[in-house]
């Protein structure tokens, strides 16, 4: 063998090695479970026979410890597991309810087995240990009732305000620059924008101001929301800040959906300090809020298409909000008397008349007046002086709406030890006549937006201790500033 292709062999073995080191590397989608198998005197047991049962699924996975009693299963689905430890001369030892989440390792620290017989079976009740001794990632997991019953996010308010009750976050209010889901908030002293946003392990990151590209804010499509604050493994790295990733639902053994919905009404609110103090809002205060509807409302279905080995999971959601709001700037722009009296100045310019015709005024929409304290010029052309135009901010009220719509679908199958996920995520958001902040223009605009996701998962196990995943992703966000 000459030495070049020597060299190579090496490289290949050492890089074989160096994956066979790194079982839980990339586990975005993903999580684990492991633990160490003793008997009641502490003496590691070599052997074991050790098995995870997908509680929503059937999905059963099989493995056995090592030489040192430890024993591991890699990216499994997530979601609650049967775990079933068994070994010559022992009671099967036997744990109903197994939470793994994606990224993280369900380490269930020493699980000691009686002496017994193998037909015996004791049912250990009890948490994971409070420290996990195999990663130092620090994750939290939102799931099961906390998505179901926490305040703040069954209104399609967001998904960020779960953020929040975690040590070390902060809500960044009005200092940040990027999109949110729900509040911006801020990670380890870092701006808002600095978090990296992931869907099922899937990149989320709007590339122009940062924050999420598309929105899932809906809970009945969401399994588990993971917030990693600190110590992040290998497989993150694209922001400084926390890492979010939203895991969507998928079809279980059974048969199961929601049908929801709520509804908001200007009826039930009040005035904002700021729309009824002089200090804020001058002549221009309101007597009563602003009109308003708002409603949202969805489904959700999910279930075997053939049971144990394929499951299908669907929703659909809409908001649709209608409301009038005062849109103000305070850029100055020719008022209509103004515009009159310079009109009397130079009656033959062209670029004057270009701005009759299409100036702020020209729409009439929403009653277009003046706004704020009014300032009056001398306008001086070529030789030509025009005193005494008039000028102020232009305030209009209009109306508003917001029309959302959102579809999910993902199907999973689950052939021996190939385990198949589809996800297709579909989200449109278009927002009316909306103030853009364009400065002395005073023209209203629209925003529309229209971001889709598409992801495919293929997770094979070579051996009861060698299991690799392959994914690809595509995801893509079009939206059309100041349209109208």
């Given at each position: ?235 993150y790295g694209r922001n400084a800040g926390s890492v979010v990733n939203i895991i969507t639902k998928s079809g279980t053994n059974n ?230």
């Amino acid at each position: 063998m000459n030495r070049k292709l020597r060299d190579i062999v090496v490289l290949v073995a050492l890089s074989l090695a160096l994956v066979w080191c790194m079982p839980a590397l990339g586990q975005v989608l993903k999580g684990s479970i492991s633990g160490t198998v003793t008997d009641p005197q502490g003496a590691v047991i070599s052997g074991a026979q050790v098995k995870a049962t997908n509680l929503e699924t059937g999905a059963v996975y099989t493995t056995t410890s090592d030489s040192s009693g430890l024993f591991r299963f890699n990216l499994i689905p997530t979601g609650n597991y049967k775990l079933e430890i068994g070994a010559q001369g022992f009671k099967t030892s036997v744990q109903n309810k197994v939470e793994v989440t994606a990224g993280t390792d369900a380490s269930q620290g020493t699980l000691k087995l009686a002496v017994g017989g193998g037909s015996e079976t004791v049912e250990v009740i009890g948490a994971a240990p409070l420290i996990d001794t195999t990663q130092s990632q620090i994750t939290n997991t939102f799931s099961g009732v906390q998505l179901q019953t926490f305040t703040g996010i069954q209104e399609n308010e967001g998904l960020d305000n779960l953020a929040l009750f975690v040590p070390g976050i902060t809500n960044t209010r009005d200092n940040t620059f990027s999109n949110s889901n729900g509040p911006g908030f801020s990670s380890n002293g870092l701006r808002g924008r600095n978090n990296d946003q992931e869907i099922d392990g899937q990149n989320n990151n709007d590339n122009s101001v940062g924050g999420p590209s598309l929105f899932v804010s809906d809970t009945e499509f969401v399994q588990q929301y993971v917030l990693v604050t600190n110590q992040f493994g290998p497989e993150y790295g694209r922001n400084a800040g926390s890492v979010v990733n939203i895991i969507t639902k998928s079809g279980t053994n059974n048969w199961h959906g929601s049908l929801f919905g709520n509804e908001n009404n200007s009826v039930l609110n009040s005035l904002t300090n700021g729309q009824k103090n002089p200090r804020i809002c001058g002549d221009n205060c309101l007597t009563q809020p602003p009109r308003l509807n708002n409603e949202f409302s969805g489904f959700t279905i999910g279930g075997p298409m053939v049971k144990n080995k394929m499951f299908i999971f669907g929703g659909f959601d809409n908001q649709l909000i209608s409301t009038q709001s005062p849109e103000s700037t305070t850029g100055l722009t020719p008022t209509p008397a103004g515009l009159a009296t310079l009109n009397g100045c130079f009656p033959t310019s062209q670029s004057l008349q270009a701005f009759n015709k299409f100036g702020p005024y020209s729409i009439s929409a929403g009653s277009p007046h003046p706004f704020s304290d009014t300032s009056v010029r001398s306008i001086r052309s070529g030789a030509t002086l025009c005193p005494g135009v008039q000028f102020a901010g232009v305030e209009r009220t209009l109306s508003t709406p917001f029309h959302g719509f959102d579809w999910v679908l993902k199907n999973d199958i689950q052939l021996g030890g190939d385990t198949i996920t589809s996800r297709y995520i579909f989200n449109r958001g278009n927002n009316f006549n909306l103030d853009f902040g364009d400065g002395a223009n005073g023209y209203p605009v629209n925003v529309t937006a229209l971001s889709q996701a598409i992801l495919e998962s293929w997770t094979h196990n070579f051996s009861a201790h060698m299991v690799n995943e392959a994914r690809v992703s595509f995801n893509r966000l079009n939206v059309d500033f100041g349209g109208n």
